[in-house]
C-alpha cells in the first residue's frame, strides 16, 4: 500500500499551521468568487495567480485549489438561494434547489447541496490516490507521439462530446491553438504572426484570455439580463444539518450514479458543466416520480452537485499525471505549475512526491475545510448578494484589470482582456463553446511541441501515431470519438428506417 | 428613448442572430487567411533540422478558415429562415451601458493609472445606477482602490500601473 504511506506522508505536508492557513483564506476567497457573478474558478484563480509566484509551490497550489473547491460550493448557495447560478455548473442545481427555497426549505437544500458537493469530491479525490500513481507510472513510458495523441484524445473528445455545432467547436478549439501559435516559434526562435506588433513577441497569455472571457464576457452577459437579486434568505443550524444528513442515504444510487458520471466527465474533458446536467437528467430518467423534479425534488440537488464537484475534482487527475487538464480551471492550475518552475506530468510524481502528495492530501482537508465553512457561513454569503450590483460590477472591472495587468505588468494585456471579454460574449451569445479555446491556447505549444518531435521521429511520417500498441489504441480511440456523433446519427438513421418497416 | 422603440416596427425591438453569427464567423474566416499566409511565410515544409515554423500552425489556419467558412456558408444558405433572437434592442443597450464605461476605464488606467481610473469608475456606477449619497458613494469608490494599493502593493509587493497624481505623491 505505496499509496497510504504517501497520503500519509502527504498530509504531515499539508496538515502544517501556515497551509490550513492558506486553505482556510482559499475557500473563502472561493466561496466569494463562487457568489460574485463574473468571477468563477477559472478567472479568479487566473487573478490570484500572480500574487502566488514567490510563495513556497505547495503552500500556493493548497491555497489555489481550495479556492476552486470553495467556487465549486460557493455556486449552490446563489443558484439555491436566488436563482442565480454562479457558476455555469450550478444550472441545474437551480431547477430544484430554488423551488426548495421558495417552499421554506432552503436550509435543508443547502445542506443536502453542501454534503453531496462534499461525498462527490471525496470519492473524486479517493479516486485521485489510487489511481493518479498508476496512470503517471504507465504514462512515464510515454514518448512524443504518446503524448501527441493523448492530447489528440482530449481534443477529439470535446468535438464528439459537445452539444454545440462541431464546426463551432472546431473553429474555437483552432482559434485557441492558433493564438498559442503566435509569438516566438520555440524551436526555430523564428517570430510567428505577429505582424510586427512588437507587443505580440510573448504570444497570448492563457491567463489574460480566462480573465477576460469569462470576467468581463460574464459581467457582459449578467448585465443583459438586468440584475435584481432577490432571493430567499437561509441560516442553516444543526437540527436542519443533522436532519438532512438523516434522510440522504437513502440516495446512495443517486449518489453513486451521480460520482461515475462526475469522474468520467471530469477525467475527459467535458467538465464539471454537462457533467452536472446529465446527472440531473439521469436521476430524473432513473427515478420513480419524474414529475416531482423541477418542483423542489432534493434529488435534484443531489445530482448535479455531486457530479459537478466530482467532475471538478477529477479534473485534476489528468492534469497531475498527464499534464493534460480537464478543464479550464485545471488549466489555470495548470498553468500555476508551469511558472513555479514544475512540469506537470508523470515525472513530477518521480521528482516532486512532497509537492504530489502534498496536494492530493489537502484536496481531502480542503473539503473538509470547505463543508465546514460553507455549512456556518452562509447568511453572511447571501448578504452578500445583497450589494446593489451597480457596486458589485464596477469592482469586479477593476479587479479583472488589476488581474490581467499583473499578468506580466503590462498595459497592452489589460486591452487584449477586453478584446477577449467581448469575443467571450459574443462567442456566448452564438453559442460557441469557450472550453476548447481556452484548453488550446494552454496546450498548443505542448501539443505542437510533441507534434513536432514525433514527426522528427519519423521523419515526416504520420505513421507514427500507429506504429505501436499503444500510441496506436489511443489514436483510435481518438478517432472513435471524434466519429462519435456520426455514429450517433447513423443510430438514429437506422431506428428510423428500423421504425418505417 | 425607450418610447421612440416602443412606437418604432416590432422588428426592431429585437437583434437577429444571423448578423452576428455571418461577422464572427468572418472575423474567424480574416483570422485564419492571417494564420495561413504568416505560416507560408516562414516556411510549412522541412528544413535541415526539422519541420519549420509554419508546419503545425498552417494546418491549424486550414481547418479554422474551413470551420468558418462552413459556418458563414450554412447561415447564408439559411439566411431567410433563420430567426433565432440574439438579443433585445434594451438588452443590448445595458450591455452598451455597460461596456462603454468599461473601455473608457481601461484607457483611463493607461492615462491615470489604475487607482484614479477605478475611483471614477464605481463613483460613476454608484451614482448612475443607484441613489448613493455622494458620502456613500465617495466612501466606497475610493476605499475599494485604497484596500486593493494596501493588498497588492504593500503586502504582496506587485506593483500596478500608477498615473500623475501617484507620481505627485512620491509613491
Not at chain 1, 308 to 314: K, R
Request: charged residues 10%; contains cysteine.
Amino acid at each position: 500500500m505505496d499509496e497510504i504511506n504517501n497520503l500519509m506522508h502527504g498530509f504531515a505536508v499539508a496538515l502544517t499551521v501556515p497551509n490550513l492557513g492558506y486553505m482556510l483564506i482559499g475557500i473563502t476567497l472561493g466561496v466569494l468568487i463562487g457568489v460574485l457573478p463574473g468571477l468563477g474558478g477559472a478567472n479568479g484563480i487566473a487573478i490570484l495567480l500572480p500574487l502566488t509566484f514567490t510563495m513556497d509551490p505547495t503552500s500556493a497550489i493548497i491555497m489555489l485549489s481550495c479556492i476552486y473547491w470553495g467556487a465549486l460550493f460557493g455556486g449552490a448557495i446563489t443558484s439555491i438561494l436566488f436563482n442565480i447560478p454562479g457558476e455555469p455548473w450550478s444550472v441545474a442545481t437551480t431547477f430544484d434547489g430554488y423551488p426548495l427555497a421558495q417552499q421554506g426549505k432552503a436550509a435543508m437544500a443547502l445542506t443536502a447541496a453542501f454534503t453531496s458537493s462534499f461525498v462527490g469530491a471525496l470519492f473524486a479525490v479517493i479516486l485521485i490516490t489510487f489511481l493518479a500513481p498508476l496512470l503517471a507510472k504507465f504514462a512515464l513510458k510515454f514518448g512524443p507521439a504518446e503524448y501527441f495523441t493523448v492530447q489528440l484524445l482530449t481534443f477529439c473528445s470535446f468535438v464528439g462530446m459537445s452539444k454545440e455545432p462541431i464546426a463551432k467547436v472546431v473553429c474555437s478549439m483552432m482559434l485557441g491553438f492558433a493564438l498559442a501559435a503566435v509569438g516566438m516559434d520555440t524551436v526555430t526562435g523564428q517570430l510567428r504572426m505577429t505582424y510586427g506588433v512588437s507587443d505580440l513577441l510573448k504570444g497570448f497569455d492563457f491567463l489574460i484570455a480566462v480573465i477576460g472571457l469569462f470576467g468581463i464576457g460574464e459581467i457582459l452577459l449578467t448585465m443583459e439580463e438586468g440584475l435584481a437579486f432577490k432571493g430567499q434568505s437561509a441560516r442553516i443550524n444543526l437540527k436542519v444539518v443533522l436532519q438532512t444528513w438523516r434522510g440522504l442515504p437513502r440516495y446512495w444510487l443517486t449518489f453513486l450514479r451521480s460520482t461515475a458520471i462526475g469522474c468520467w466527465m471530469g477525467i475527459t474533458p467535458g467538465g464539471a458543466t454537462p457533467a452536472s446536467f446529465m446527472s440531473y437528467g439521469v436521476a430524473m430518467r432513473m427515478s420513480k416520480e419524474p414529475h416531482s423534479f423541477g418542483k423542489g425534488q432534493i434529488e435534484g440537488v443531489l445530482a448535479p452537485e455531486t457530479a459537478a464537484h466530482a467532475a471538478g475534482t477529477a479534473a485534476l487527475l489528468p492534469m497531475l499525471t498527464l499534464g493534460i487538464p480537464g478543464s479550464p480551471t485545471a488549466a489555470v492550475l495548470l498553468g500555476g505549475l508551469l511558472i513555479w518552475g514544475l512540469q506537470p506530468g508523470p515525472m513530477l510524481f518521480v521528482e516532486k512526491p512532497d509537492f504530489v502528495w502534498g496536494l492530493i492530501a489537502s484536496m481531502y482537508l480542503g473539503n473538509v475545510v470547505g463543508l465546514l465553512v460553507v455549512l456556518t457561513t452562509v447568511p453572511f454569503w447571501a448578504a452578500m448578494l445583497r450589494i446593489p450590483f451597480s457596486v458589485i460590477a464596477p469592482v469586479i472591472l477593476v479587479i479583472c484589470a488589476i488581474g490581467a495587468y499583473t499578468v506580466h505588468s503590462s498595459m497592452f494585456d489589460v486591452w487584449i482582456m477586453l478584446v477577449f471579454g467581448v469575443l467571450g460574449y459574443l462567442f456566448k451569445k452564438l453559442k460557441y463553446p469557450i472550453a476548447p479555446l481556452v484548453l488550446a491556447l494552454v496546450l498548443g505549444d505542448m501539443a505542437e511541441a510533441s507534434f513536432r518531435q514525433a514527426m522528427l521521429l519519423s521523419q515526416g511520417s504520420l505513421a507514427i501515431f500507429w506504429s505501436n500498441p499503444l500510441v496506436g489504441s489511443i489514436a483510435g480511440l481518438a478517432m472513435l470519438m471524434l466519429a462519435w456523433p456520426l455514429l450517433g446519427k447513423l443510430r438514429t438513421l437506422y431506428q428510423a428506417r428500423e421504425a418505417r418497416a | 428613448m425607450s418610447d421612440d422603440s416602443q412606437a418604432s416596427a416590432e422588428p426592431a425591438d429585437h437583434i437577429l442572430a444571423r448578423g452576428p453569427e455571418l461577422g464572427v464567423a468572418l472575423l474567424l474566416m480574416v483570422l485564419a487567411v492571417l494564420v495561413i499566409t504568416d505560416s507560408l511565410r516562414v516556411g510549412i515544409g522541412w528544413a535541415d533540422d526539422g519541420p519549420r515554423s509554419g508546419y503545425f500552425p498552417f494546418y491549424i489556419g486550414l481547418m479554422l478558415l474551413a470551420a468558418s467558412t462552413t459556418i458563414f456558408i450554412s447561415t447564408l444558405l439559411k439566411w431567410r429562415s433563420l430567426k433565432a433572437v440574439f438579443a433585445e434592442r434594451q438588452q443590448l443597450i445595458t450591455v452598451t451601458a455597460m461596456l462603454v464605461p468599461t473601455v473608457v476605464f481601461v484607457g483611463g488606467i493607461a492615462l491615470l493609472g489604475i487607482y484614479v481610473a477605478s475611483v471614477l469608475l464605481i463613483g460613476y456606477f454608484m451614482r448612475r445606477y443607484s441613489d448613493f449619497g455622494w458620502t456613500a458613494t465617495a466612501l466606497v469608490s475610493v476605499g475599494v482602490p485604497l484596500t486593493f494599493y494596501a493588498v497588492f502593493e504593500r503586502w504582496f509587493l506587485v506593483p500596478l500601473p500608477k498615473g500623475p497624481l501617484e507620481h505627485l505623491l512620491g509613491l
